[in-house]
T-cell receptor
């Protein structure tokens, strides 16, 4: 059974700093890994999707990496801004098309 | 322009009632999902339909019954609501056939409160 863990559960950093969010999964037989952001009271917004054959994906100030063999992914956020404050979730997809979500990291950027 | 829309946004009802949540996607995706997010913010899949056919049915009480009239719609009907059903329910869609690597697109959620 796939288990997805995100540590830390909460993180606060001053504005302007670079930061890394971690995601680990127990079963490396995945099709892809997706990072989402969730704002309070809102739905999930897809940030980056990394295929199982890829090592990283970039979008603006965001960079996500994937190391299947070690069951890890990181989301790097450069030059953080207060608008980056949200909960970040990673999710892995396996062959039955089901996404298994992590428990999320609640990020607060301090102005 | 909303890609995945679900209604209502908020639903407050009493125990024992029956209620429905509707979901529609205009992305042309062939697969739709229902997820439940509990009070600890953990998201767990409930159901998945591909081209109107049920393909994932997690361990969910049979009081929950999904219905997909066409591949753009997936509704969730809940009978005999219980306090523990209080949660946020998210609908999502993706394109699976021909590509297993399509991102998931989520609706904004329906916050269900059972009193």
């Amino acid at each position: 059974k796939q288990e997805v863990t995100q540590i830390p559960a909460a993180l606060s950093v001053p504005e302007g700093e670079n930061l890394v969010l971690n995601c680990s999964f127990t079963d490396s037989a995945i099709y892809n890994l997706q990072w989402f952001r969730q704002d309070p009271g809102k739905g999930l917004t897809s940030l980056l999707l990394i295929q199982s054959s890829q090592r990283e994906q970039t979008s603006g100030r965001l960079n996500a990496s994937l190391d299947k063999s070690s069951g890890r992914s990181t989301l790097y956020i450069a030059a953080s801004q207060p608008g980056d404050s949200a909960t970040y979730l990673c999710a892995v997809r396996r062959g039955n098309e089901k996404l298994t979500f992590g428990t999320g990291t609640r990020l607060t950027i301090i102005p | 322009d909303t890609a995945v829309s679900q209604t209502p946004k908020y639903l407050v009802t009493q125990m024992g009632n029956d209620k429905s949540i509707k979901c529609e996607q205009n992305l042309g995706h062939d697969t739709m999902y229902w997820y439940k997010q509990d009070s600890k913010k953990f998201l767990k899949i409930m159901f998945s339909y591909n081209n109107k056919e049920l393909i994932i049915n997690e361990t969910v009480p049979n009081r929950f019954s999904p219905k997909s009239p066409d591949k753009a719609h997936l509704n969730l009907h809940i009978n005999s609501l219980e306090l523990g059903d209080s949660a946020v329910y998210f609908c999502a869609s993706s394109q699976v056939t021909g590509s297993t690597n399509s991102p998931l697109h989520f609706g904004n959620g329906t916050r269900l409160t059972v009193t």
